[in-house]
């Protein structure tokens, strides 16, 4: 089966940096993404690393390591609105032709003043 | 809205009750998927659509009965749930590239007493 873990809980200031890290356990690998859900809202598409090394978008950069079964999503200059909880997934080869994503238990971000 | 719709947003139904759940996209994806989400817990995966095929049951119990008619479409049927199913269930759709991610839904917050 799969399994990911995360730190349940972060806490940064306004303008500071903070890394979230996930390491998971899985067969048939395919990749690690990162969401961003809000409270009471959807669950959105951050970012996804396929092969080791770091994936920059914006403020946002996400790291994979696959030898280690380890990756990191790093998110600069915070801002209040990055409050939400971040989820880790890894995708894998589903039955059939469809991939699936298994998530992490989410860490929540609180980003203070 | 972020191109995956789900009605309706808000549920309470009784233990004897019947209800569906409806979820819509129109953004050309082939994948479609029924999430639930609980209190301090992952996202767990429940279903998945390719191609209006079922390619995946997680082990999701038989009072859940999905149904997809068409790539853009799909239903979640309950009956005779139990307070533990209270739950936020969240729809995603997909491409079926690897490296693109999950649109999700805002997803049902549903009570059952």
């Known amino acids: 089966g799969q399994s990911l873990e995360q730190p349940s809980e972060v806490t940064a200031v306004e303008g500071a940096i903070v890394q979230i890290n996930c390491t998971y356990q899985?067969?048939?690998?395919?990749?690690l993404s990162w969401y961003q859900q809000h409270d009471g809202g959807a669950p959105t598409f951050l970012s996804y690393?396929?092969?080791?090394g770091l994936e920059e978008t914006g403020r946002f950069s996400s790291f994979l390591s696959r030898s280690d079964s380890y990756g990191y999503l790093l998110l600069q200059e915070l801002q209040m609105k990055d409050s939400a909880s971040y989820f880790c997934?890894?995708?894998?080869?589903?039955?059939?032709?469809?991939?699936?994503?298994?998530f992490g238990t989410g860490t929540r971000l609180q980003v203070t003043l | 809205e972020t191109g995956v719709t789900q009605t309706p947003r808000h549920l309470v139904m009784g233990m004897t009750n019947k209800k569906s759940l409806k979820c819509e996209q129109h953004?050309?994806?082939?994948?479609m998927y029924w999430y639930k989400q609980s209190a301090k817990k992952p996202l767990e995966l429940m279903f998945v659509?390719?191609?209006?095929?079922?390619?995946e049951n997680n082990s999701v119990p038989s009072r859940f009965s999905p149904e997809c008619p068409n790539s853009s479409h799909l239903f979640l049927h309950l009956h005779t749930l139990q307070p533990e199913d209270s739950a936020l269930y969240l729809c995603?759709?997909?491409?079926?590239?690897?490296?693109?991610?999950?649109?999700f839904g805002s997803g049902t917050r549903l009570t059952v007493v």
């Open positions: 953004l050309g994806h082939n994948a």
């Open positions: 997934a890894v995708r894998d080869r589903g039955t059939g032709t469809a991939s699936k994503l298994t």
């Open positions: 659509y390719n191609f209006k095929e079922q390619t």
């Open positions: 899985t067969s048939g690998f395919y990749g």
């Open positions: 995603a759709s997909s491409p079926n590239d690897r490296g693109l991610g999950y649109t």
């Open positions: 690393n396929a092969l080791d």
